[in-house]
């Protein structure tokens, strides 16, 4: 009598316990979809779309940085005033191994005022640019007091030296800078 109940308890667990497979294997299953909805697939920049956020980033690092930071180049922004600028990107290279950071070629425009200044009479700089994409993005730009054609042979690519000297590619930008600067800085008396 024993062996009887010693072998239904057997089958009862075996027969118990089979729902336990398909729940591992579907449990497994959804792991390895979360990881590759996450990790693996995770969307990824378009050049355009990565040369787009490297120009937002170096425009607000040029914004928030310290009058000693713009003095540095040359250019004086006073406490009282506001700088708005833009950027725009004509190419990023890969990380340097020695830096660990891309590097980012392209051109800047900046206008500054103290609330209530028309567009046109604002102080603008611009130029070319250089900056290590790292966090916060290290910025190159020209001094004012050397040789400006001198600066950009050397620190621009061959092939950027002459947009350099003519500035954006899409003239749409310092439109939009414009149109900011009178909304945030003109009409702010």
Not at 81 to 96: H, K, Y
Request: hydrophobic residues 40%; charged residues 20%.
């Amino acid at each position: 009598m024993s062996r009887d109940v010693d072998s239904s308890l057997a089958r009862r667990r075996r027969s118990g316990s089979w729902w336990l497979l398909p729940e591992a294997l579907a449990l497994a299953l959804l792991g390895v979809g979360f990881y590759y909805s996450t990790a693996v697939a995770a969307p990824t920049l378009t050049e355009g779309q990565a040369r787009a956020d490297a120009a937002a980033r170096i425009a607000v690092t040029i914004e928030q940085s310290t009058s000693d930071e713009h003095a540095a180049h040359g250019h004086e922004v006073n406490p009282d005033e506001r700088m708005l600028c833009t950027a725009e990107v004509w190419r990023i290279d890969e990380p340097a191994a020695a830096s660990g950071a891309a590097t980012a070629y392209g051109y800047y425009l900046c206008a500054t005022g103290t609330p209530g200044t028309p567009y046109m009479l604002s102080r603008m700089n611009a130029g070319p640019i250089v900056a290590q994409l790292t966090d916060p993005p290290q910025i190159t730009v020209t001094a004012l007091d050397e040789d400006f054609r001198s600066q950009v042979e050397a620190m621009m690519p061959a092939e950027f030296v002459e947009q350099s000297f003519k500035g954006f590619t899409d003239p749409g930008r310092a439109d939009t800078l414009r149109k900011r600067f009178e909304s945030q800085v003109s009409r702010a008396a």
